[in-house]
């Protein structure tokens, strides 16, 4: 199916940036895949830009529960200092292994506490200790048998 813009003075075919908060509702709520693609590399390209707050007020109407979230999670994440990235990085790790965050505190080197803090961002761990956590994950996920 085609998207297709009503009452609209723009098409599904111009740049997003012309779109609008309606044409972006439209897109989450009737469009697909690679709409929301689009939507997500302009947002990525200018985080604070006038396509990202198109999207944050369409994203107050979107009926479309699903296609929100996921758009969601894409400006926010273009908006994330590098300390959030490494901290959802890390808590991917953490995720993967499929340990407690002080097992795998532990199984890294370091406290669960300072785990913590390398998890909310508001510490940096060294490039060894990113390499180590990395490692275990990788480790870990190699280990834990396939879902059936």
């Known amino acids: 199916m085609t ?13 997003v ?3 609008g908060p309606e044409g972006i509702l439209a897109a989450i709520d009737r469009g697909g895949l690679a709409e929301w693609r ?5 947002v990525e390209a200018d985080p604070q830009g006038p396509v990202a707050a198109d999207l944050e007020e369409a994203l107050e109407s ?3 529960a699903g296609a929100a979230r996921v758009l969601r999670l894409a400006l926010d994440h273009s908006r994330a200092s ?9 808590r991917e790790y953490l995720w993967r292994t499929c340990l407690t965050q002080g097992d795998f505190a532990r ?3 370091t406290s669960p506490s300072r785990m913590s803090t390398y998890i909310n961002g508001s510490v940096t761990p060294s490039a060894v ?3 180590r956590m990395r490692r275990v994950a990788e480790e ?4 834990l048998p396939l879902a059936r």
Request: a negative charge.
């Open 3 to 15: 998207l297709r813009f009503r009452n609209l003075e723009v098409s599904p075919d111009d740049p």
């Open 17 to 19: 940036e012309r779109w």
């Open 38 to 42: 689009r939507i997500t590399r302009a």
């Open 62 to 64: 979107a009926e479309d």
């Open 82 to 90: 590098e300390a959030e990235r490494l901290g959802w990085r890390i």
């Open 107 to 109: 199984a890294v080197g």
């Open 129 to 131: 200790m990113l390499e």
């Open 140 to 143: 870990a996920s190699r280990q």
